[in-house]
């Protein structure tokens, strides 16, 4: 089960498609980091996010409620949800 903040279940579906989340712990908890307009972007984002704070991160489909891209800084590149 994930865990979103309650801002991040209230926005509006509007904006930018993509929500960017930190893993904060092994429970699958969530912290919301950024919102990105495509998925290119969303992982040019992300590898710069993990030069300064490395750790998982995923892409959150506002469309779709769900996952749609993880990245692990000991993984080479996005891993498949």
Not at 14 to 25: A, E, T, V
Not at 34 to 52: G, N, Y
Request: hydrophobic share 40%; glycine share 6%.
């Amino acid at each position: 089960m994930l865990s979103f903040p309650g801002s991040l279940q209230k926005r509006c579906h509007h904006g930018p498609p993509f929500d960017i989340l930190k893993k904060i712990d092994v429970v699958v908890n969530f912290k919301w980091v950024d919102v990105v307009r495509d998925l290119q972007t969303a992982e040019t984002r992300i590898h710069e996010l993990q030069a300064r704070s490395p750790g998982e991160y995923v892409v959150f489909s506002q469309r779709t409620q769900q996952i749609v891209a993880r990245f692990n800084s000991l993984m080479a590149g996005p891993g498949e949800t």
